[in-house]
């Protein structure tokens, strides 16, 4: 069973950074795909970021060049430094995670950013 911890979210004001951190319970070199998702207030779940083993990156346009997604394997945690952020980046963050047969989610964690 995985089980995936997510930290490091919280309140900010606009301009300010964080950096949320997702902990699996096995080894992330198995996930081919891992990635971050969010859930705003009365909206879709969308796609933030995701990483591949390779390290290849692909960013959603409103986050591109303030986001930055990471995976250190050794440390079986995947990572997103958020910087700048803005009112609208006011969400619930979910860190996905995906082997050759299933998709994995986090539980999410809260990302609230005042203006």
């Known amino acids: 069973q995985v089980q995936l911890v997510e930290s490091g979210g919280g309140s900010v004001q606009a301009g300010g950074s964080l950096t949320l951190s997702c902990a699996s319970s096995?080894?992330?070199?198995?996930?081919?795909?891992a990635g971050w998702y969010r859930q705003g207030p009365g909206k879709q779940r969308e796609m933030v970021a995701l990483?591949?083993?390779?390290?290849?990156?692909i960013y959603a346009d409103s986050v591109k060049g303030r986001f930055t997604i990471s995976r250190d394997n050794a440390k079986n945690t995947v990572y997103l430094q958020m910087n700048s952020l803005k009112p609208e980046d006011t969400a619930v963050y979910y860190c996905?995670?995906?082997?050759?047969?299933?998709?994995?989610w986090g539980q999410g964690i809260q990302v609230s950013v005042s203006s």
């Open positions: 996905w995670l995906r082997d050759s047969t299933r998709d994995y």
């Open positions: 096995t080894n992330t070199f198995r996930f081919n795909g």
């Open positions: 990483i591949s083993n390779s390290g290849s990156t």
